[in-house]
């Protein structure tokens, strides 16, 4: 009896093994292309709260200049639609103002959006997909409260193919998850990237 369940489970493994290869080839099949490249941008960011308090003062939030920079790869699955995943530092946050002052506070993430394109034309392409980021340093952290080390957001924009390696691209990400434990606020980001692919 224990001989026969191990050989069913043998079996089971071997049908596992056979499935997953076979979904692995069909994969590369369908992926026609795969190119990797680099990608450099600016950011414009900001975070979804029009006004916070800090030490007992009320503070308007005001947007942050800064950039993003990283290793992307395209995996072209048919003609007009080609999935992107990307590998970036991105550094974001806000500025928060009052009658006192400006408070700059600008924090740095390894973010890895993962974004669908799907071809309007030959070098218009509309680009959307989740993000997820993980917080790597903070910089003249206004201690607002506990920083999340996790952020989850969802992005959209659009590309432009400048040649058939160079591209350009705008894109929108709006942060789904708070950035503090203690502090109703998230992410919001515009960002201009230009890049190329090998």
Not at 77 to 95: C, D, M, N, R, W
Not at 136 to 146: A, H, P, Q
Not at 162 to 173: E, L, N, P
Request: aromatic share 8%.
């Amino acid at each position: 009896m224990l001989f026969l369940k191990k050989i069913k489970l043998t079996s089971m493994k071997k049908t596992i093994l056979v499935a997953a290869l076979l979904f692995s080839a069909i994969t590369i099949v369908q992926a026609q292309s795969i190119k990797l490249g680099i990608k450099a941008g600016i950011n414009y960011a900001n975070q979804t709260s029009t006004a916070i308090m800090i030490h007992g003062q009320n503070y308007k939030t005001g947007a942050l200049s800064s950039y993003h920079a990283g290793l992307v790869a395209e995996l072209r699955l048919f003609k007009g639609l080609a999935v992107q995943p990307e590998l970036l530092y991105s550094t974001q946050g806000a500025t928060y103002k009052n009658a006192l002052g400006d408070i700059t506070n600008k924090v740095g993430y390894l973010a890895i959006p993962v974004m669908i394109k799907i071809g309007l034309s030959k070098s218009i392409i509309l680009e959307l997909g989740p993000q997820a980021s993980f917080l790597l340093s903070e910089k003249d952290n206004v201690n607002l409260s506990k920083s999340n080390t996790f952020d989850f957001a969802v992005a959209g924009g659009l590309g432009l193919k400048v040649t058939k390696s160079i591209f350009i691209q705008a894109r929108y990400g709006l942060g789904l998850t708070e950035i503090s434990k203690e502090a109703q606020i998230k992410n919001s980001v515009v960002q201009v990237s230009a890049g190329i692919l090998f």
